[in-house]
């Protein structure tokens, strides 16, 4: 096995993701088989219970873990599904030990960060590397270097690298570039520092990724190298790219990949990178443009909703097309903001705050017939907005937006009732999804059993299923034991009204868009004057 360890230094939010999935992208194009583990150093056991603003997305596999944003990018990027166990947390960590601890298994020890943690986080990471098949495992290391976080964590790559031999691992170092306004020069006293602190731990680094608005000009790479004890062609430039998806392209260009495999002793097998290519020459070089609005209620974070943003690219790479998202706060929202828009996208979110306006939203789409795609939450408003606004209920809810809901189209999962605690305990992950023949969906999806991820408490109250479907609104999609997945319009004259209580953001890929995103879109085109 072979381990590649990305840090981070400087500051936080440089990218460290991206410059993992990149480098697993490289490596997976050469023909290694690759996999990633992400160390995350805060006190939480997964990112649940983060609220969007702080942390933003939270990511679900298909093994139902809620992880960090980063996980959206790795398998997008690598285009494998990873699971739970690919992310190690502080609070992960110290709840083993401690249940270690109690249950004798150091009877007799004094249980110390050394070696009982780092033990443990060492354990983590080499459990999953092996039972990965991989051939080489990236670790990201999220916070900074110095952060006191994460320095059992730092620790525990220190003894790692010493045990497995510095052949097999590699440390990639990702550090901020800044340009000084005044001067308009690149400096790297930031990166020598990070790199110091860095070392003064017991790791030197073998490739540092520099951040930067421009390309790192010539002199800079030398003083890198020369004040890092690093080779200048290791010193990789990471410019600002216009998309994430053109980093590995830089990277490429630079020989980060010969240098990894050189470095890790490996022999590539072929070069492939051609998808990719195409991918990205059909998102750069769009032959039209359309607009479609996004109504929620983190808009002010758009990372909040970055799988919506990506599954966007993704359908509009396939269609040729540039996709601008007009962010509109669901608390602010009024009719008139929709009116220079070719769609509207309501997504998933929790809590009263926001639905009055996400329902207005969703009925303006309904009525002048502009092609909506609902999710989760949006689903169960759709859900709310037909019973309230064609069947004549008009205190139609659900009981998580008004517990007196009166009727209470959506209501609790039955296995939420006695539920008392919040993290983790939602429906979550994959199951399949039976799609009814001769619908829309049918026709998205070309099959009539797909898996989507969920993550949600509450759904369509069975007792008004049949009531809806009378009315216009078809249940196209369900789950095998019946609950509701999919709802669309059962009218000709709506040219796109689908919404779905699953997320299918989670699993749109750049080179295979999700076919509800790509349906949307088209219906999108179909809607904009020529």
Avoid at 120 to 144: D, F, Q
Wanted: glycine share 10%; hydrophobic share 40%; with cysteine.
């Amino acid at each position: 096995m072979k381990y590649v360890f990305v840090t981070g230094g400087v500051l936080s939010g440089l990218g460290k993701g991206i410059t993992t999935s990149s480098i697993g992208l490289l490596l997976k194009s050469r023909g290694i088989k690759v996999t990633v583990i992400k160390i995350d150093p805060y006190l939480n056991c997964d990112a649940g219970t983060m609220n969007p603003y702080q942390h933003g997305e939270v990511f679900v596999l298909d093994d139902g873990s809620e992880l960090d944003l980063d996980f959206g990018n790795y398998e997008r990027f690598l285009d494998i599904n990873l699971t739970g166990d690919h992310n190690i947390t502080t609070g992960k960590v110290y709840l083993k030990v401690i249940e270690r601890e109690r249950r004798g298994d150091y009877l007799g020890q004094t249980v110390q960060i050394i070696p009982h943690v780092t033990d443990e986080i060492k354990r983590s990471i080499t459990t999953v590397a092996e039972r990965s098949g991989a051939e080489v495992t990236i670790v990201e290391l999220g916070g900074t270097v110095g952060d006191i976080e994460s320095m059992p964590f730092l620790e525990a790559v220190r003894q790692l690298l010493l045990e497995r031999g510095r052949e097999d691992c590699a440390v990639v170092h990702t550090t901020l570039i800044p340009i000084l306004g005044p001067v308009g020069e690149q400096k790297t006293k930031p990166t020598q520092h990070s790199v110091r602190e860095l070392r003064a731990i017991g790791i030197q680094p073998d490739i540092i990724v520099g951040r930067s608005e421009e390309p790192l000009k010539e002199h800079i790479k030398e003083k890198i190298a020369l004040f890092c004890n690093v080779p200048k062609r290791a010193v990789i430039s990471a410019p600002t790219a216009r998309l994430a998806y053109q980093v590995p392209l830089f990277f490429a260009e630079q020989g980060l990949a010969e240098l990894l495999l050189e470095r890790l002793s490996l022999e590539p097998r072929g070069e492939d990178l051609t998808a990719w290519r195409a991918f990205l020459d059909h998102a750069l070089h769009p032959q039209r443009e359309v607009t479609v609005a996004l109504v929620g209620k983190y808009t002010e974070l758009t990372d909040s909703y970055l799988s919506y943003t990506e599954a966007l690219i993704h359908a509009g790479a396939e269609l040729r097309t540039a996709v601008n998202i007009k962010w509109i706060e669901a608390e602010d929202f009024s009719p008139d903001l929709l009116e220079d828009v070719a769609g509207v996208i309501v997504p998933g979110g929790f809590g009263e705050r926001g639905a009055k306006g996400k329902l207005q939203a969703i009925r303006f789409a309904r009525e002048r017939r502009l092609p909506f795609l609902g999710i989760c939450f949006g689903f169960q408003l759709a859900v709310v907005e037909f019973a309230r606004n064609v069947l004549g209920y008009k205190r139609a809810n659900s009981t998580e937006v008004d517990p007196q809901a009166n009727p209470a189209v959506i209501d609790l999962l039955p296995e939420q009732r006695t539920v008392q605690e919040k993290g983790g305990t939602m429906r979550l992950g994959a199951s399949p999804v039976l799609i009814t023949p001769g619908s829309l969906a049918h026709k998205l999806y070309g099959q009539e059993e797909v898996s989507e991820r969920h993550r949600h408490r509450y759904e369509v109250n069975p007792e008004f299923v049949q009531e809806l479907e009378a009315g216009g609104l078809r249940f196209s999609g369900r789950s095998p034991d019946g609950r509701m997945e999919i709802g669309e319009l059962a009218v000709a004259d709506h040219p796109f009204f689908i919404a779905s209580q699953f997320h299918p953001e989670f699993k749109s890929r750049p080179t295979r868009p999700h076919p509800l995103f790509l349906g949307f879109l088209k219906a999108c085109l179909a809607r904009e004057p020529s």
